[in-house]
Every structure is written in C-alpha cells, then in structure tokens.
C-alpha cells in the first residue's frame, strides 16, 4: 500500500507530520505486539509541486526526487492549510489539484484535514457529494462550492473513496477510522490506544464497518439496516422486520441480500457482534452483562457465535483489546 501526504506551502505542518507518524505507528508496533507482520506493508510519501515539477520525499529516506508520473497512490492525504492563505493556496497548487484528479482516476482514495478540503473541491470531484469542513469556514465553503452538500455537523464524512474531516486537530481521530478502513478494527483500537487517542466521543456512525454497505438504491432496506444498527439490542424476527416495511418474508430476504450481500439475521449477528466489540474495549461489564446488552440471552451462544466472527472467545478479546489489554500485552 501507498499513502501519500501533500506537504504544499502554508500546509498546516502537524497535518503533514501528524498522520505520517499515527500511519507509522502501525507499521512499527503491530508486528512487535502482536507477533504477526502486517497483512498489507505500506510506504509513505511526502508530495510537492515545485518549479513546475512534483516531487516525493520517502518518510523513511529524507531524500527528494522527482516523483514518477505513473505512480500510483492508494491514499492521498490532503492536511489542513493556514486559514489566512487559503486564496494563495487554491491560486498556486493547480498542479497538485490535477495531480490529484489523476490520482482519483487511477482509484486512488482522498482524504481531507480541515480546511484542506477547498483545495481538494478544486478538483471538482466533490460536486454532489457530502463533505464537511472547519465549522467556522463551512459558510465560506458553501458560497465558493454550492455543487457540494457541507455537513459542518458532521466530525468525519465517508463518501467511499472520498473522506473529509472537519477540524484541524481531529486529524488524529480521523487516521484512526482510515486506519480501521484498511486495516480492520483490532489494528484501529491497537494503534489509538497505544498513541492514546480518544476515540469514544465520536458520533457513532464514525466507526462503523457497515458504511460501505449502504451504498446500493434500495432505500427501503437501507431504512431496515439502519433500524437493525439502532435496536439490535432487542428480539428482531425476519417477521417483524419484513412486517415493516410490507414485504413477505421472502421478498423482504431476498432484496436484503440482494443489496447488502448479507440475509437479514447474518446482518443482525454482524451488528450485535461489533457492538459486543466496542463494549469489551470499552466498558468494565462482564461478557453476560455485555451479551445481555447486545441482545443475547443465551450466553453459550453468545460465545459460539462470536467465537465464529472475530476467532478468538469474548474474554481474549476483551484480555487483548479491552483497557488494560495492550498494557498487558506489551509486557509480554
């Protein structure tokens, strides 16, 4: 994997330094704490556009040179710039701004800091998405991009290829979600609470692993997987569920997983599983008292079942992720 973070002028310098070292912290101590080498080993570039040229620096070497046309990025991280030099920024980097479209073109994902997000509108590739910026730009925002849906509310705005967060200093934060996104969730916990960054005040959209699987028309089942997100907690049945958005069973299945990859109860365990997950990293309740809370009254089955998506029981996963999990394991 490739990841690449713009280092333009007047690039808020710890949204360039900042995710390189969160990127490089999982590079560097997953495989120390957990024993097993990276499932996708990455590099990470510096990239600037100067004299008419663009340029990459290896995080790893410190040596510039000039970067290679064809390169091809998977991530391309676009840091905040300083709020007074946004003009001056726009005006100048129309080399990066088609650098990056190319990028885009060839799949490479996009990731904006803050206000670093005029520079990634510039490309255009925004118009009709949602994204979200600094609070205190968004109307500014709004009057240079009306093509552009702003939802200054929102910390983080996953688009699928195309993510924006929406202050400064949430850069921390929001490497951890891409982090999750490419990696899985245990590396994502592993590596925020090794560099202690908080990720529990999130809105709770922000970590979810089923974003992506939205993205279909059907928006009757998008309306069923989101009440399956927001009651999983309680005794749902295919019944019931097909009942309320008036389907038969069979046709409220079908289209289910016709749109999600998944039949409704598959989708319904995932859910309660990753709440499961957070509540045994997160809380201090026993594994019955979690279960309970995630809508299984058979603890045996709870066990099994968990056992069967994340392969590992409850209590080791709590043992390795929960509070005090990796202080545990680093003395190992």
């Known amino acids: 994997m490739r990841i690449a973070i713009l280092n333009y002028e007047h690039a ?12 490089s ?33 290896a995080l790893d070497t410190g040596k510039e040179e000039q970067l290679d046309i064809e390169q091809v990025y998977d991530l391309v991280i676009i840091p905040a710039m300083r709020s007074s030099k ?10 990066l701004v088609d650098w990056l479209k190319q990028q885009h073109s060839k799949k490479a994902d996009l990731a904006s800091i803050c206000i670093g997000a005029f520079l990634l509108a510039e490309t255009g590739l925004l118009n009709g998405k949602n994204v979200t910026t600094n609070v205190r730009f968004a109307d500014l ?48 916990i592993m590596v925020s609470k090794i560099l ?32 399956i997100e927001k009651n999983y907690e309680h005794s749902l049945s295919i019944e019931g569920l ?4 008036y389907m038969s069973n069979r046709n409220f299945i079908r289209r289910f997983e016709g749109a999600t ?43 099994k079942i968990f056992k069967r998506h994340v392969a590992i029981n409850p209590k080791e996963y709590q043992q390795k992720y929960g509070r005090a999990g990796l202080v545990v394991n680093s003395h190992k």
């Open 141 to 188: 925002f709004r009057q240079r991009y009306p093509e552009m849906r702003v939802q200054d509310d929102k910390i983080i705005v996953d688009q699928g290829n195309i993510f924006t967060c929406g202050g400064a200093f949430v850069f921390t934060t929001f490497m951890i979600y891409l982090i999750e996104k490419y990696f899985g969730h245990e590396d994502a």
């Open 242 to 245: 097909a009942g309320r958005y």
């Open 25 to 57: 912290a999982l590079a560097h101590t997953q495989p120390l704490l957990t024993g097993v080498p990276l499932k996708h080993p990455f590099g990470i570039d510096y990239v600037r556009a100067h004299k008419k040229k663009l340029w990459r620096k």
């Open 196 to 227: 202690m960054i908080n990720t529990h005040q999130l809105p709770q959209h922000t970590f979810s692993v089923f974003q992506l699987q939205r993205n279909h028309s059907d928006e009757k089942i998008v309306e069923a997987q989101i009440f």
């Open 86 to 95: 946004i003009d001056d920024v726009v005006k100048h980097e129309r080399m």
């Open 12 to 23: 808020v310098a710890t949204c360039v330094t900042g995710p390189a070292e969160i990127w």
């Open 261 to 303: 990859g998944n039949t409704p109860l598959e989708y319904l365990q995932r859910v309660r599983i990753e709440a499961a997950k957070k509540l045994l990293e997160n809380s201090n309740d026993s594994i019955d008292q979690i279960a309970a809370k995630c809508g299984y009254d058979d603890i045996g089955f709870f066990r």
